[in-house]
Every structure is written in C-alpha cells, then in structure tokens.
C-alpha cells in the first residue's frame, strides 16, 4: 500500500501551501545558498524545489521516496529509495533533514534508527525537523470510521513525538496552520483517492460509504485550518 495521491494536485501542493510552509521552516532554521538538504519522504518534492529556489542553492538537494512519481519536481536531485536504505549507505552532509508527514509511517524502532543515522549526517550547525499533524488539535474532514482509525493514528503519533523529543532532546514548535478552502466535489476525490494513510487499508465498501458520509456531513465548500507540530533536533 503507498501514498501515490497525497500531493497529486492537492492544497498539499499548491503554491500557496508551499509558500507558507517554507516560511514556516526557514524560522526554524537559518539556511543560505550553502545548504545541504535532504527530504525524507519527499513525495513530487515540490517543496523541496520551491525551497532550493527560494534559497538560489548552489548544489541541488536530495529528495528521497519509495514512491517515483513522474511529475516530480525537477529542480531536486531525486532517488527512489527506502530511507533507512539510503541513510546506512550515503555519506554525504546536510545542513537540514526533513521529514515532513513521514515520520508515522514507520516502526518505532525504524525511527530511532532513522533518526540516530541522520544525526550522524548533520553538520556543525545542521537540524533535523520533523513535522507531523497535531496530535492534540485537527480539523481534518473525515468521515466516522476515517475519524476513528485517525484518532487512533494521532494517539501514536503523540507518543512518538514525546518520545523522539525526550531520547533527541528535541523541542517541539507548533503554530503552523493552512487554511484550507476546498469543494466538497474535490475533497471527495482525495478520499476516494485514498490520499493519506489512514484510508489506505480501507475497502472499497467502506470508502464509498465514507464518501456518502462526507457528502451528507460537510456543506459545498469545505474550510478548515490543516495544523502541523513541528520536533526540532538538533547535532
Ligand atoms: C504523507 S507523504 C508526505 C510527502 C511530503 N513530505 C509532503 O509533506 O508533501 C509521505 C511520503 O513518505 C514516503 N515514504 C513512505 N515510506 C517511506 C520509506 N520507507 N522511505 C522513504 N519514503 C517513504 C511515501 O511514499 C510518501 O511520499
């Protein structure tokens, strides 16, 4: 199972979602033409691209995925690779890893290796910058079962967050927040496009009832504010 539709032509990868979010980052982190990033889970990479322009980096950054998407951003050096995989044999030095919206999708143990080899990976001054959905405060749209294994998935995610900030000593930052203004007609398509994780092991039954859900519960246009927490490591 895997997450082809995430950034397929979503608010995830719009312009102006991508401006923010990069805004976001670069108060986290000061980073200059110099910089060596790598994107863990990079998905199309455009943010990645957008931030290596934004920069005028001078080498291209790496995005790695397990997923290799012909629309991905060019601008990035791309590899389709597992991240521990690529991790345990690269020898390269980056002043940011990121790893948006990636985290969750591995075993406990496999993140703190991810992360213990990334560390590794850092430069002087470099950091490791983790953002996940909060935990604690989301307005995603879901429908009953969705909203159920979401719950559950965040009950995970707040452990691994708490866990990964004590054993790196890392600070948690939050405050990033999209407003999201979409059709009820397209929201519907990303879920039926199974586009984030908790929808992936989900029949096709109980998708289609989710969308009956989802036609009923929410009105012709559907806002809500798409909040992310961000875990800072750093060397
Ligand atoms: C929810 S998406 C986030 C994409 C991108 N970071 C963003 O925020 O727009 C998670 C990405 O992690 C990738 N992924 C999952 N397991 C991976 C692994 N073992 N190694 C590298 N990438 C992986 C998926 O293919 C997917 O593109």
């Known amino acids: 199972m895997s997450l082809k ?17 990069n805004s976001f980052l670069l108060k986290q982190i000061k980073l200059n033409k110099n910089s060596q990033i790598l994107d863990i889970g990079c ?3 455009k943010i990645l691209g957008s931030l290596s322009s934004k920069l005028s980096l001078k080498r291209k950054s ?3 995925d397990i997923e290799n998407h012909k629309d991905r951003d060019k601008r990035i050096i791309f590899k389709k690779i597992d ?18 919206q990636t985290i969750h999708l591995f075993k406990i143990k496999d993140i703190k290796t991810i992360l213990k080899l990334s560390k590794r990976l850092l430069n002087s001054n470099g ?27 965040l009950i995970r995610d707040k452990k ?6 004590y054993s790196f000593k890392g600070k948690i930052v939050r405050g990033f927040s999209y407003k999201v203004k979409i059709s009820k007609k ?8 199974k586009y984030i994780s908790v929808l992936l092991g989900m029949s096709h039954k109980l998708i289609s009832n989710g969308l009956n859900e989802i036609k009923k519960k929410y009105k012709k246009q ?7 927490i961000c875990l800072v490591l750093n060397r």
């Open 5 to 21: 539709n995430w950034d397929n032509k979503t608010w995830l990868s719009s312009p102006s979602y991508i401006k923010s979010f």
């Open 43 to 45: 998905g199309r990479g």
């Open 62 to 64: 790496i995005g790695i």
């Open 83 to 100: 991240a521990l995989k690529f991790l345990k044999k690269n020898k390269k030095r980056f002043d940011l890893i990121l790893l948006k």
């Open 127 to 153: 950091k490791i910058i983790i953002f996940t959905l909060d935990p604690i405060d989301n307005e995603i749209p879901t429908f009953s079962i969705m909203e159920k294994k979401l719950n559950k998935a």
């Open 160 to 165: 691994i967050i708490k866990s990964i900030s």
């Open 186 to 193: 397209k929201y519907m398509e990303m879920v039926n496009s």
């Open 222 to 228: 559907i806002s809500f504010q798409d909040k992310l």
